[in-house]
T-cell receptor, first 113, second 114 residues
Framework: NAGVTQTPKFRILKIGQSMTLQCAQDMNHNYMYWYRQDPGMGLKLIYYSVGAGITDKGEVPNGYNVSRSTTEDFPLRLELAAPSQTSVYFC????????????FGSGTQLSVL | AQSVTQLGSHVSVSEGALVLLRCNYSSSVPPYLFWYVQYPNQGLQLLLKYTTGATLVKGINGFEAEFKKSETSFHLTKPSAHMSDAAEYFCAVREDFGNEKLTFGTGTRLTIIP
């Protein structure tokens, strides 16, 4: 059972480059999330989705875009990378329940230089 | 708006000693509260959760937490620390079913002294 799979695990970008962080889950979860984790700041929600075709902004959406064309996939797009986007990115998914726990991927460590 | 505050970004305890990690929440409606743990170079895993009912909840690895509405707190405890408990711990809150967002605190790194 793969759970939540994120690729790549590590990436170095130059300022102004673009890339897509991939996230896939095989648990048929409706809800999916993208968080970024910075030292001493905890996790900040970037975007989330409650189902295919539906996305919404979290706390820190600027500089990012998402799409949700299928239940399984929730890619995160960085269009013009900036040093402030250097972070560890986590994708997560859950059932549509207030009690539901989040299942996390293992993260993508991104450096923008 | 919902939020959580974790007091103490770093906590050190001796092996076998009591572990106490503090979390206070702010919510305009009855909250759902969670503790997650993150081991080095891994994603987060659920330790325990409070939704409704019994205010003392037990989780994995001997951890427990008590929901105290009057103090708006949800502190995490373990009677006897083990070396394997060294990790970062995050408190999180969700307000109600209409709010799908889970808001995390800034985390507490727990170090166990042999």
């Amino acid at each position: 059972n793969a759970g939540v799979t994120q690729t790549p695990k590590f990436r170095i970008l130059k300022i102004g480059q673009s890339m897509t962080l991939q996230c896939a889950q095989d648990m048929n979860h409706n809800y999916m999330y993208w968080y970024r984790q910075d030292p001493g700041m905890g996790l900040k929600l970037i975007y989330y989705s409650v189902g295919a075709g539906i996305t919404d902004k979290g706390e820190v959406p600027n500089g990012y875009n998402v799409s949700r064309s299928t239940t399984e996939d929730f890619p995160l797009r960085l269009e013009l990378a900036a040093p402030s986007q250097t972070s560890v990115y986590f994708c997560a998914s859950s059932y549509p329940s207030r009690e539901a726990k989040l299942f996390f991927g293992s993260g993508t460590q991104l450096s923008v230089l | 708006a919902q939020s959580v505050t974790q007091l103490g970004s770093h906590v050190s305890v001796s092996e076998g000693a009591l572990v106490l990690l503090r979390c206070n929440y702010s919510s305009s409606v009855p909250p759902y509260l969670f503790w997650y743990v993150q081991y080095p170079n891994q994603g987060l895993q659920l330790l325990l959760k409070y939704t409704t009912g019994a205010t003392l909840v037990k989780g994995i690895n001997g951890f427990e937490a008590e929901f105290k509405k009057s103090e708006t707190s949800f502190h995490l405890t373990k009677p006897s620390a083990h070396m394997s408990d060294a990790a970062e711990y995050f408190c999180a809150v969700r307000e109600d079913f209409g709010n799908e967002k889970l808001t995390f605190g800034t985390g507490t790194r727990l170090t166990i002294i042999p």
